[in-house]
């Protein structure tokens, strides 16, 4: 197997030309910021990049099917005896003026702080309305700008700027596991929890390791996903009121995949208490901020749905969607996606038919891999009902033939 004992900007670029990719394809594929990349190829191999980005390299070569890793071995070696321009390259470090940022930006670090802070609203607002496939570059594009000032930056400033560098890292894994790059997601969520600690943040420390339950509960890891909630749940007192909503409504999602009825919705009354009042979706209250009273009466629909009560899931997913702020789009194609899966249970083929593609149309627009692959299970669920014209326009629109 072809393997890299250490990823310089020369072994990147290599890998690009082999996978046949833009270095905004080649960034979107890996799941960086296309200034990276730019940064790793103008370096050469005087660019290292991070030991997390290292690891994520190693993957998309290991994931390379056997033309391609062949094509980056000969482009590799091609570049062990470079000739006069390149040995300029690797004994000549770029200046600071070759890319990145313009000279003196740290002198300007306060009101970069602020449009940092102010960007992260703007961003999270853009994945409510549209999804990742309109947030996630300039996700990346402003951890780029964040780490670039790192190196330069120190005292309160930097912490500042650490606890931002975690705070986009936390929305880069949020956006790449709704976008269904969940080894990219876990880098990142990974990459926020160092920088978190690095902050001494308990409250960013508590988001991540949210997060990671939330992975667990893709995974249907019942232990998992209720161990990681309540560890982010141990400092709940200190916590502010929409995050701990989001943390133990994590926690009725486990109860659910164990079929624990009860205790499910006793945790989702709890969240109901701490729910955010947010309607503009540009998480001006914090982390959870999007844990409103409609959200989280979506997600104990979506648990009556997990408990095997698809009737009653269809009942409070017809109630609570029409009163979702319409930012909340992309949730919007979750819970429809969701609601046809229940309406396709109780065998209301059509209902369930109309209903998913609206939640296709609403995950390709967005970017949602996570919705248009439950749309994906309710088409091949439906697939023998063809004959019925919302079915069969389904499977058309799902590629599916009819």
Same mark, same amino acid.
């Given at each position: ?16 030309? /082999? ?44 994931? /390379? ?113 709704? /976008? ?30 949210? %997060? ?58 709890? /969240? ?57 789009? %992309? ?55 063809? %004959? ?15």
């Amino acid at each position: 197997m072809t393997a890299v004992r250490r990823w310089t900007g020369r072994e990147a670029r290599a890998l690009r030309i /082999a996978l046949r990719l833009s270095v905004r394809a080649f960034a979107e594929h890996l799941g960086v910021a296309a200034r990276t990349v730019s940064k790793w190829e103008a370096g050469g191999v005087v660019t290292v990049p991070r030991p997390d980005t290292q690891a994520i390299l190693d993957t998309a070569l290991s994931r /390379a099917d056997p033309a391609t890793q062949q094509r980056f071995v000969l482009l590799s070696r091609a570049g062990d005896h470079p000739g006069r321009d390149d040995r300029e390259r690797v004994f000549a470090r770029p200046s600071s003026s070759s890319f990145g940022l313009p000279l003196g930006s740290a002198d300007h670090i306060a009101e970069l702080l602020v449009h940092l802070r102010e960007q992260w609203h703007a961003l999270v607002r853009t994945d409510n309305l549209l999804g990742p496939r309109f947030a996630l570059a300039g996700v990346l594009d402003q951890i780029s700008v964040i780490e670039e000032l790192l190196p330069i930056t120190s005292g309160t400033h930097r912490a500042e700027l650490v606890r931002l560098a975690a705070t986009y890292a936390e929305s880069a894994a949020w956006l790449h596991e709704d /976008a269904g790059q969940m080894p990219a997601a876990a880098q990142w969520v990974s990459s926020a929890m160092e920088w978190a600690h690095e902050a001494g943040d308990r409250r960013l420390l508590a988001w991540t390791l949210f %997060r990671r339950s939330q992975h667990a509960a893709r995974e249907r890891d019942a232990q998992g996903t209720l161990s990681l909630a309540r560890a982010a749940a141990r400092d709940g007192d200190q916590l502010p009121d929409p995050m701990r909503a989001a943390i133990v409504h994590q926690e009725a999602h486990r109860y659910a995949l164990e079929g624990d009825e009860l205790m499910t919705h006793r945790a989702l009354d709890r /969240a109901l208490g701490w729910a955010a009042p947010d309607t503009a979706g540009d998480a001006r209250s914090g982390h959870g901020s999007f844990c409103t009273g409609p959200y989280l009466e979506l997600q104990r629909a979506a648990c009556w749905a997990t408990l095997g009560r698809p009737k009653q899931a269809i009942q409070l997913f017809e109630v609570v969607l029409p009163t979702l702020p319409a930012v909340y789009r %992309r949730d919007r194609g979750v819970a429809c996606g969701q609601l046809a899966q229940a309406y396709a249970a109780t065998g209301e083929v059509d209902s369930a038919a109309q209903v998913g593609r609206e939640a296709l149309a609403i995950a390709r627009s967005s970017g949602s891999l996570q919705t248009e692959q439950m749309v994906s299970r309710l088409g091949r669920f439906l697939a023998r009902h063809q %004959r019925v014209p919302a079915v069969g326009a389904l499977l058309n629109e799902l590629g599916a033939p009819a």
